[in-house]
């Protein structure tokens, strides 16, 4: 999540330089072909803040991880632009949300306190990248891992108990 990104994104290359960019696209198409995954490269940063709302109106309705899968297929996948509100709009009304309540909770912020709140407690506990996992309430894995990293992390925290 980039809240200082305007709606139209950051290229890649601005925000992190051409080497830094470069090694990052590398490595996730690399952990995305070792389990088959199919990315798109995106070369811009997006601001996500409007996903994130439409996710907590799927929440809302029992259709978070219906919500989830459908952004980031669409994100890395397909074309999809979760910056843009006739996209996310399109997006949760192809898993069952109404899309005048989803439009209008998009552009009324409606969630923007827990959006917050969430970034707040993950910053708390030292999240400060996407994706971010916590095992066992005491293990914090960053960043797109290969399978054998997070086997095991959970190895690990199966051990302790």
Not at 2 to 8: G, K, L, Q, S, V
Not at 75 to 88: A, I, N, P, Q
């Amino acid at each position: 999540m980039h809240p200082e990104a305007p709606p139209e994104g950051i290229p890649r290359e601005a925000y992190f330089g051409r080497e830094r960019s470069e090694r990052i696209h590398s490595h996730l198409q690399s952990v995305a072909e070792s389990v088959g995954l199919r990315m798109k490269p995106r070369d811009v940063i997006i601001n996500s803040r409007r996903a994130l709302g439409a996710a907590e109106l799927a929440r809302e309705h029992g259709l978070f991880d219906e919500m989830h899968h459908a952004l980031f297929r669409a994100h890395w996948e397909s074309t999809g632009h979760l910056e843009d509100v006739d996209d996310l709009v399109r997006i949760g009304t192809g898993i069952g949300l109404d899309a005048v309540e989803l439009r209008d909770s998009i552009e009324t912020n409606r969630y923007d306190g827990v959006i917050d709140e969430n970034r707040q407690a993950a910053s708390s506990v030292g999240i400060d990248a996407i994706p971010a996992h916590i095992f066992g309430r005491r293990y914090l894995v960053v960043g797109a891992q290969p399978y054998e990293v997070l086997k095991q992390v959970v190895d690990q925290v199966s051990a302790a108990e």
